[in-house]
């Protein structure tokens, strides 16, 4: 079944690091490029990174700089190595397909809550 598992959020203060994974069911994982999206109350879900099957990363431009996102196809792991960390990157932080525009998605994991405060 799918699975959409992302681990490694928390606590940490403005400036400090975090590395999030995201577990994924093999048939989501090899067959797409990936994303990582974050969403806080109130606020629209934002696609801060994303990577080909290739490999080639993209960044929105808030994190551009801070962040890393990486994949490990072997392990059908995705990972976000997020430096620098701002308040305003207080969110819960969500694994899933990078797909083009218009593409309704129909299954998010729990996520993985980051807040960043002193």
């Known amino acids: 079944q799918e699975q959409l598992v992302e681990s490694g959020g928390g606590l940490v203060q403005p400036g400090g690091s975090l590395r999030l994974s995201c577990a994924a069911s093999p048939s989501i994982f090899s067959n797409n490029a990936m994303g990582w999206f974050r969403q806080a109350p109130g606020k629209p879900r934002e696609l801060v990174a994303s990577?080909?099957?290739?490999?080639?990363?993209s960044y929105a431009d808030s994190v551009k700089g801070r962040f890393t996102i990486s994949r490990d196809n072997a392990k059908s792991t995705l990972y976000l190595q997020m430096s620098s960390l701002k308040p305003e990157d207080t969110a819960v932080y969500l694994c899933?397909?990078?797909?083009?525009?218009?593409?309704?998605?129909?299954?998010w994991g729990q996520g993985t809550q980051v807040t960043v405060a002193s």
């Open positions: 990577i080909t099957t290739g490999g080639t990363p």
């Open positions: 899933n397909k990078d797909l083009p525009p218009g593409y309704v998605y129909d299954y």
